[in-house]
Nanobody, 116 residues
Framework: QVQLVESGGGLVRTGGSLRLSCVVSGRSFRDLIMGWYRQAPGKQRELVARINSGDGGGTNYADSVKGRFTISRANAESTVYLQMNSLKPEDTALYYC????????WGQGTQVTVSS
């Protein structure tokens, strides 16, 4: 059974940074197209960043985070990261990782709260 475990969230002030991690267990990781999603209270879950499979995976970002967030992966550690800089209050949400082309059962997520 595939498990997704997110970590690294916290409370930061506007302009601060956080680095989220997601460890994937239960299957091979290298060939997965991975994404970071977020869900704010009262809103739908949205995909904010994605990274293609392999070593030099291409990346894509939602317009709202472009230039501030960077997604990366460490295949040897079955881990996908999200470096978040210049955080804004509107980035406050529960952050999850999952595949982009097929969803496994969602993990518990990691809470990111940005104070103004």
């Amino acid at each position: 059974q595939v498990q997704l475990v997110e970590s690294g969230g916290g409370l930061v002030r506007t302009g601060g940074s956080l680095r989220l991690s997601c460890v994937v267990s239960g299957r091979s990781f290298r060939d997965l197209i991975m994404g970071w999603y977020r869900q704010a209270p009262g809103k739908q879950r949205e995909l904010v960043a994605r990274i293609n499979s392999g070593d030099g995976g291409g990346t894509n970002y939602a317009d709202s985070v472009k230039g501030r967030f960077t997604i990366s992966r460490a295949n040897a550690e079955s881990t996908v990261y999200l470096q978040m800089n210049s955080l804004k209050p509107e980035d406050t949400a529960l952050y999850y990782c999952n595949r982009v082309d097929f969803w496994y059962s969602w993990g518990q997520g990691t809470q990111v709260t940005v104070s103004s």
